[in-house]
């Protein structure tokens, strides 16, 4: 396994950032800034973050309520920083439309429409968001809602609930960060030999709870991830990336892609210390879904090790229903469309990431939908690999795979959506709000290089 050196130390647990309330809305000051962090002790290592030297605080948000950003860019060079998975005005969304020069501060305005959810926040810098989410440019998000909140589910951050960011480095000998923009990096995507969770490596966390919520992130450019537990124990996933499911699902194992999200619940009552491993499931995803049976012989990291305290809050059984979630109406479609991922100039070259045929230009428009209608989306991968397909300003619902029914894992609120070589995934979208006649939404995969690299597309919600 690997996970770092060292002894162990505490988990770092990001910091909560409510904002201030003023002028009737929650306000966040952001800023983009260099810095040195130590993930390796006595070595330093230049990194960029968000108000920190790497990564950035936990925003904490609230369904209904208005947020200003203020984003100062302190770094050299332009940036982005993308609300990843909220529905809001094309000119808020933080693309690569958006971009702050340095020196310069960016001010969107939202709406919070999302149920409570755990979200991120990250850079979207045209052709350069993976070298700078690699260096540090993310964070994670809380939004809270009332129907979420009255659940007897742990929910006090940092103690029974608790954020886990997932990403994987690679260090040199002097503790730099490495970021090869190789050929086969390209080709498959950027992935490291060693595991930060929060920013930290090979951490524990004292839990002071029988019940323990962990938020997961898979905040790696492009490696995906087999999460369970060391002693086989089964958990609770009660939610992925837009909101909890409509009932807890009992499962020893979860998989998530870049940028996926779920929320797990693990009991804790025998009081036993447990670690939360974290397998290479690049070949999984070839061969199952989310929930596919069977490990991988890959790369296998320790995310966590959990030691429960002797005196912990007690918990009752989990609630039998936790919201309503209408299963999704595919009669409802008024239009269908299709998009296919492919890489037709052969993986060995190391070009020509397309979708539909074609590679990302920030100057054609390549798709136009009607605010207010359903329309079903077909994603088919014509590649050997697996794409995680990322839709900007929507929760969607999985339909099928291949004609066969979406899993329970994937029948909640979703934005990205894993799409294995040679498999048609249809999803039902319906973009509710906003529209701009000019200014584009993405769709993209969201391994970092393939996005970097031209498989990305824009589309624009009209009335």
Known sequence: MSGGTGDRKPLNIPPLLPGVQAGGARQFSLRLQKGVSEFIERRTTPTIGINSAYLGPTLEMHAGERVRMSVVNALDEPATLHWHGFNLP????????????????????????????????????????????????????????????????????????VPLILQDRSFGSAGELIYSPSMMNRMMGVTGDTLLVNGGIGRTFDAGSDRLRLRLLNGSNARFYRLSFSDGRSFHLIGTDGGLLAAALRTDHVILAPAERAQIIVDLQDGLAV????????????????????????????ALDIRPGEARRRWGPLPRRLVDLAPPDASKAVRKRRFVLDMPMGMMSGGGFTINGRSMDMQRIDEAVTVGTDEIWEIENASMMAHPFHVHNVQFRVLDRDG????????????????????????????????DRDLPYMYHCHILEHEDAGMMGQFVVRA
């Open 90 to 161: 094309a000119a808020a969304d933080g693309g690569p439309h958006q971009p702050i020069a340095p020196g310069e501060t960016w001010s969107p305005s939202f709406e919070i429409r999302e149920r409570g959810a755990m979200f991120w926040y990250h850079s979207h810098m045209h052709r350069r968001a993976g070298p700078q989410v690699y260096h540090g440019l993310a964070g994670a998000i809380y939004v809270r809602d009332r129907e979420s909140e009255r659940l007897a589910l742990p929910g006090e951050y940092g103690v029974d609930d």
């Open 275 to 302: 670690k939360l491993l974290a397998a290479d499931a690049r070949r999984t995803m070839m061969r199952g879904g989310m929930m596919a049976r069977g490990a991988d012989r890959g790369e296998r990291f320790v």
């Open 404 to 435: 066969r029914p979406a899993s329970a894992a994937e029948l909640g609120l979703k934005d990205v959506v894993v799409v294995r070589p040679r498999e048609r995934v249809r999803i039902l979208v319906r973009f509710e709000e906003y529209t």
